[in-house]
């Protein structure tokens, strides 16, 4: 049967559309999206599917022979599940524990049988729960009983300390959306050196506001934490700023594609390697690892800190926040102004190379 007058004509035209639609750059982008599912799915199941304490840094106070002897002993548990090291005294246990030195200790009495556990639920209620169970076991083996003392008890409102991690969640979101936003709007990558600073100016200001909205809502709002509002307003605005910045410089670099490593950096490897659901010495060695170098884990440790410790060791992970931050700023610069000369360059006389489209 004869085709129609112009049927061959559509159906190239039609195939034509379809190979157009399914590029290279589209079956890439496709594939990556592809890659970032798995790589979510083995990440967050591989860092919490099972939790096991590993070398969780453990006081133990008790006369001479016997907090050796203690040590030595919790040294050598199956799976080292303990770091332990002799403590002088309770009130030195509370203390190293309130600066974040120590996760709990043991206070032995010597003169009975009835010793003290000081554990920490604002540092994260399953790794004191955790350090109850290994303890008990403990004290049950020597005949003897242990009673728990909270000394930095996590708020009624915050169920299993995670209202730290998820409050920084949040932040992290708006920060990568954020620099998303400009980018789809705008283009991936900012046409000049202004424009790069424009960039950076609005991701401030939003770090600004939703730093304050998440110190607020946590805290008079919701009543889930406690704490400075003006120290978690600080810490949202530079958490959100961070990953701003560093999800810009990424576009910067690498264009779109950036988007997809911002989330590989905060949401695949970031989020569960943070803290959050299960405390760091709970986490297998490679999620441990990266956690505390990256925003949500460096975040959900400050936060931590200011709702339940006094505001105590965050000088570290402030600087990791800072050097995100910094990098970030750097980057987006430095990656807008070789984009500017590159294309300074071809648009000189003599070029045979057609200028690019600018994006702002």
């Given at each position: 049967?004869?085709?129609?007058?112009?049927?061959?004509?559509s159906?190239?035209?039609?195939?034509?559309?379809?190979?157009?639609?399914?590029?290279?750059?589209?079956?890439l982008?496709?594939?990556?999206?592809?890659a970032l599912?798995?790589?979510?799915?083995a990440?967050?199941?591989?860092?919490?599917?099972?939790?096991?304490?590993?070398?969780?840094?453990?006081?133990?106070?008790a006369?001479g022979?016997?907090?050796?002897?203690?040590?030595?002993?919790?040294?050598?548990l199956?799976?080292?599940?303990?770091?332990?090291r002799?403590?002088?005294?309770?009130?030195?246990?509370?203390?190293?524990?309130?600066?974040?030195?120590?996760?709990?200790?043991?206070?032995?009495?010597?003169?009975?049988?009835?010793?003290t556990?000081?554990?920490?639920?604002?540092?994260?209620?399953?790794l004191?729960?955790?350090l109850?169970?290994?303890?008990?076991?403990?004290?049950?083996?020597?005949?003897?009983?242990?009673?728990?003392?909270?000394?930095?008890?996590?708020?009624?409102?915050?169920?299993?300390?995670?209202?730290?991690?998820?409050?920084?969640?949040?932040?992290c979101?708006?920060?990568?959306?954020?620099?998303?936003?400009?980018?789809?709007?705008?283009?991936?990558?900012?046409a000049?050196?202004?424009?790069?600073?424009?960039?950076?100016?609005?991701?401030?200001?939003?770090?600004?506001?939703?730093?304050?909205?998440?110190?607020?809502?946590v805290?008079?709002?919701?009543?889930?934490?406690?704490?400075?509002v003006?120290?978690?307003?600080?810490l949202?605005?530079?958490?959100?700023?961070?990953?701003?910045?560093?999800?810009?410089?990424?576009?910067?670099?690498f264009?779109?594609?950036g988007?997809?490593?911002?989330?590989?950096?905060?949401?695949?490897?970031?989020?569960?390697?943070?803290?959050?659901?299960?405390?760091?010495?709970?986490?297998?060695?490679f999620?441990?690892?990266i956690?505390?170098?990256?925003?949500?884990?460096a975040?959900?440790?400050?936060?931590?800190?200011?709702?339940?410790?006094?505001?105590n060791?965050?000088?570290?992970?402030?600087?990791v926040?800072?050097?995100?931050?910094?990098?970030?700023?750097?980057?987006t610069?430095?990656?807008?102004?070789l984009r500017?000369?590159?294309?300074?360059?071809?648009?000189r006389p003599?070029?045979?190379?057609?200028?690019?489209?600018?994006?702002?």
């Amino acid at each position: 049967m004869a085709e129609p007058p112009g049927a061959g004509t559509s159906r190239t035209s039609f195939l034509g559309e379809v190979k157009d639609a399914v590029s290279l750059r589209a079956t890439l982008l496709v594939i990556g999206v592809v890659a970032l599912q798995l790589l979510f799915i083995a990440s967050y199941v591989g860092a919490l599917h099972n939790p096991k304490p590993r070398d969780v840094a453990f006081g133990v106070v008790a006369p001479g022979v016997t907090a050796e002897q203690t040590v030595a002993r919790l040294k050598q548990l199956p799976g080292s599940p303990l770091d332990p090291r002799a403590v002088p005294d309770a009130a030195s246990a509370r203390k190293q524990i309130l600066n974040r030195d120590i996760d709990g200790a043991l206070v032995i009495d010597s003169r009975g049988i009835k010793d003290t556990l000081l554990v920490a639920t604002g540092g994260g209620t399953v790794l004191a729960t955790t350090l109850e169970t290994i303890t008990a076991t403990l004290e049950r083996a020597e005949q003897r009983t242990v009673r728990v003392v909270d000394v930095a008890p996590a708020s009624a409102q915050d169920f299993d300390g995670l209202s730290s991690f998820y409050l920084v969640v949040g932040w992290c979101v708006g920060g990568y959306l954020c620099a998303s936003i400009l980018a789809i709007s705008t283009g991936a990558r900012p046409a000049n050196p202004r424009r790069a600073v424009i960039r950076l100016v609005v991701m401030a200001l939003v770090a600004i506001a939703g730093g304050l909205g998440g110190a607020v809502i946590v805290g008079p709002v919701l009543g889930a934490l406690p704490g400075s509002v003006p120290a978690f307003w600080g810490l949202g605005a530079l958490i959100t700023f961070a990953v701003g910045a560093a999800t810009l410089a990424l576009q910067g670099v690498f264009g779109v594609v950036g988007i997809g490593l911002a989330i590989l950096l905060v949401v695949i490897a970031g989020n569960p390697s943070a803290g959050g659901a299960f405390p760091l010495p709970l986490l297998p060695p490679f999620w441990n690892a990266i956690g505390p170098a990256l925003p949500p884990g460096a975040g959900t440790w400050v936060a931590r800190s200011i709702a339940y410790f006094k505001g105590n060791a965050v000088t570290g992970p402030l600087l990791v926040l800072s050097a995100w931050a910094l990098a970030g700023i750097l980057v987006t610069l430095l990656a807008a102004t070789l984009r500017r000369k590159h294309e300074d360059l071809l648009d000189r006389p003599g070029s045979t190379e057609p200028t690019a489209a600018v994006g702002g």
